[in-house]
């Protein structure tokens, strides 16, 4: 899947935050959402590289992908089961 053409239903920035609050964020927004629909997650912590493909892996969502982008930040994909 080609990261560029992703359109998130929902984005949560957790840029300045560091470890466990992107992760503990993350799971509070993916309550709110539908399965199927895709949460962006935009962080600067860098043990989020791990934490977040580790919890969708371990059948919470699926991991698309990420990059880094603008500045320092790293963009997520995940999409709801």
Known sequence: MDLETIQADQV?????????????????????????QILEIIGTDPGSKNDIPDYCNKGNAEFL?????????????????
């Open 12 to 36: 949560l920035d957790t840029s300045g935050l560091s470890c466990p609050m992107p992760l503990l964020k993350t799971k509070k927004t993916m309550k709110g959402l539908k399965s199927g």
């Open 65 to 81: 992908g990420m990059e880094d982008k603008d500045g320092g930040r790293t963009h997520y994909y995940i999409k709801i089961k």
